[in-house]
């Protein structure tokens, strides 16, 4: 097995994930504008407790959102960590451990 590391590529990779952390934040600002508006269904939906179980949808989606986000933050910043390390490797300890060409010996 081979393992090697393009710095470039992965701080690209983590510029994804951050542009998908956005999306998904976007999202939860689009679904939250739609808390604590279940009474907007009506007094029949409300008997009917539509306009409760709404609400408990909107904060769980809302709920699910913002963990989605923290994790897709979370994957870019452990991307562009792994960058670091990958870059930071001191040459003599790099030499120890890997040909030439960047494979492990």
Known sequence: MT???????????????????????IAKAIASNGESYGSA???LAC???IG?????FITSMTDALSQGER??????????KTARDFGATDLDVADTFHHLDGTPR
């Open 3 to 25: 393992l090697r590391a393009d710095l470039d590529e992965l701080v690209k990779a983590a510029a994804g994930w951050d542009g998908v952390a956005e999306e998904v934040r």
């Open 71 to 80: 994790r897709m933050q979370t994957i870019a910043d452990l991307l562009r």
């Open 41 to 43: 269904f009506g007094l």
């Open 52 to 56: 409760r179980q709404h609400d408990t």
């Open 47 to 49: 008997r009917a407790d």
